[in-house]
């Protein structure tokens, strides 16, 4: 290992010691310009105070290192703060530098360069490097913009995508609410229109169906059901209530009976079902009315004079202890009679039923002499105006016309 130390008095003598000891050792013109402005930086509080500056430099030809240290009189010490080489220790008045750097070589032989030609070298590289770096910085900002142009490409490409898929499953989603609702019925002398309103955008139907027929001696016969739960599953077990109903009500069974006789033929098949059900036939020659009920909010009855009365009729729902309807409420509809069946959405979206009931009077009442196929839609949006317990709604109106 070689060992060589210096005292320098001025920034030029620290600044030519350095520059010289780095040309022995090889180092790039760039790292030695960047070494030898620190040295000159770090010391030169100390130079300028008149005070001298050791320097020292040791090779070690084992690990192929130049160790460079500084060392600078006074109590203020070295100046390290932000300078263009960091230092890798500084202890005391100490700095030192380690650098990799070849063996020590003599080439005075060939005549060294003076200060200004180094000094030119070391610029050349410093402004090489620099433009290396401009260059690397330019490709890479082209990169990024075409990496961005590309992103945003995708981006264009996924949302529209994303249009695609949620325009299909719009379709979907539609499509399938067809195919749960039953087809238009027509009955000489009643109107009918209904309006279905899932609890989330997400799913098309929920628990929440109807189903309406005309039984063979005339009468309609209604279904509301109210399946528990939310999404496809309810609305399984929702399916699977109407269409045990439709086949009791065809068979020719008592309304009274129905919702019993559901219980018993779904509960082999699937013991969790539980849903609300209220049951209505009407006469359309006579305007004669009859609920069966299990569990289900009450029909509204309004007259065309305005006077409105919920119609209660006592039973128990499907899937609940001891289910099914006590002796069927009887009513008889007149012209321009207005009734409204409709699931717990409708009315316990601020989650008062109390409250929701003397709302739906209220909105009944305003939309009485309005088209039937836009009465239960717009009592819907009525009710909704403020929604704290989002549910699936279905409202179904039914208006006698004597026709």
């Known amino acids: 290992m070689t060992k060589r130390n210096l005292t320098c008095a001025t920034t030029a003598a620290l600044s030519r010691a350095v520059r010289a000891l780095a040309r022995e050792h090889a180092l790039d013109p760039a790292v030695r310009a960047r070494l030898v402005l620190s040295a000159a930086e770090a010391a030169g509080a100390a130079l300028r105070d008149g005070g001298g500056t050791d320097l020292e430099w040791r090779y070690d030809p084992g690990e192929g290192l130049l160790t460079v240290v500084l060392r600078t009189p006074g109590e203020a010490g070295p100046a ?25 070589s003599d080439d005075t032989a060939d005549g060294a360069p003076d200060e200004d030609a180094l000094a030119v070298e070391e610029l ?42 949620r325009t299909a499953h719009g379709q979907t989603l539609r499509e399938l609410e067809d195919a749960l609702r039953p087809p238009p019925i027509k009955a000489d002398g009643l109107e009918l229109a ?53 086949t009791l009500a065809l068979e020719g069974h008592r309304l009274e009976s129905i919702v019993a006789r ?8 699937d013991r969790s079902v539980m849903a609300t059900v209220l049951l209505a036939r009407i006469d359309p020659a006579s305007g004669e009315l009859w609920l069966a009920n299990g569990s289900h909010p009450p029909a509204l ?9 919920y119609l209660e009729a006592r039973g128990r729902g499907i899937g609940f202890p001891l289910p099914g309807s006590e002796t069927p409420l009887t009513e008889r509809l007149a012209t321009g009679d207005l009734l ?27 939309h009485l002499q309005s088209p039937i196929e836009e009465v239960p839609g717009a009592i819907a949006e009525d009710m909704h105006t403020v929604i704290l317990h989002p549910d699936d709604t279905l409202a179904l109106a039914v208006r006698l016309t004597g026709q």
């Open 194 to 246: 209904v309006h279905y309103e899932p609890a989330g955008t997400d799913a098309p139907t929920g628990g929440d169906l109807y189903d309406w027929f005309v039984l063979p001696d005339g009468t309609v016969h209604i279904t509301i059901v109210d399946a528990l739960g939310h999404g496809v599953t309810s609305t399984r077990s929702a399916l699977n209530v109407t269409h045990a109903v439709r």
């Open 124 to 165: 050349r590289a410093i402004v090489a490097a620099a433009d290396a770096l401009t260059s690397e910085h330019r490709r890479l900002k082209d990169e990024l913009a075409e990496t961005n142009s590309g992103v945003l490409a995708l981006y264009v490409q996924l949302d529209e995508r994303d249009k695609q898929l």
């Open 262 to 269: 559901t219980d018993e033929i779904l509960r082999p098949f």
């Open 340 to 366: 409204l069946l409709y699931t717990d959405g409708l009315t316990e979206s601020r989650r008062d039923p109390i409250e929701g009931e003397k709302r739906l009077i209220e909105a009944a009442h305003k």
């Open 80 to 104: 390290v703060a932000d300078l263009t080489m960091a230092p890798d220790a500084v202890t005391g008045g100490e700095v030192v530098w380690r650098l990799p750097a070849s063996p020590p």
């Open 301 to 309: 009855l309004l007259r065309r004079d305005g006077t409105a009365r």
